[in-house]
């Protein structure tokens, strides 16, 4: 499409704008969340922020473009981006879902 249509030269500026639509987006939700459940979900915000990153992340991932697949291909000690990144969301969600339990132990006792 981007070859009929005569834009594929530029290509990188719509990826960049894509990427960067994609991250607004991911914040803006994070706020618009926070503020709409702030007295409910106080304790589960470190969980809600790897969700939302998780989601972006995967978005962008599924768009896979050329640039973004190189750098998630970049290593940090023999290990790439793409892992530190996906499990760095995870790992968010799965310490706020543990930070959350003990909260809710406490809470009942």
Same mark, same amino acid.
């Given at each position: ?37 702030? &007295?409910? =979900?106080?304790?589960?915000? /470190?969980?809600?922020? %790897? #969700? +939302? ?23 940090? &000690?023999? =290990?790439?981006?793409?892992? /530190?990144?996906?499990? %760095? #969301? +995870? ?19």
């Amino acid at each position: 499409m981007a070859e009929e249509e005569g834009w594929y030269a530029e290509r990188r500026s719509f990826q960049a704008a894509f990427i960067a639509t994609i991250l607004v987006l991911g914040i803006a939700g994070l706020i618009l969340i926070w503020r709409l459940a702030r &007295n409910k =979900v106080r304790h589960y915000g /470190l969980a809600l922020t %790897g #969700g +939302i990153f998780l989601g972006c992340f995967i978005v962008i991932r599924a768009a896979s473009f050329h640039y973004v697949d190189q750098m998630l291909g970049m290593k940090f &000690n023999n =290990v790439p981006l793409n892992c /530190l990144l996906e499990l %760095g #969301g +995870i790992a968010c969600l799965a310490a706020g879902a543990f930070q959350s339990s003990r909260l809710e132990l406490r809470a009942s006792t």
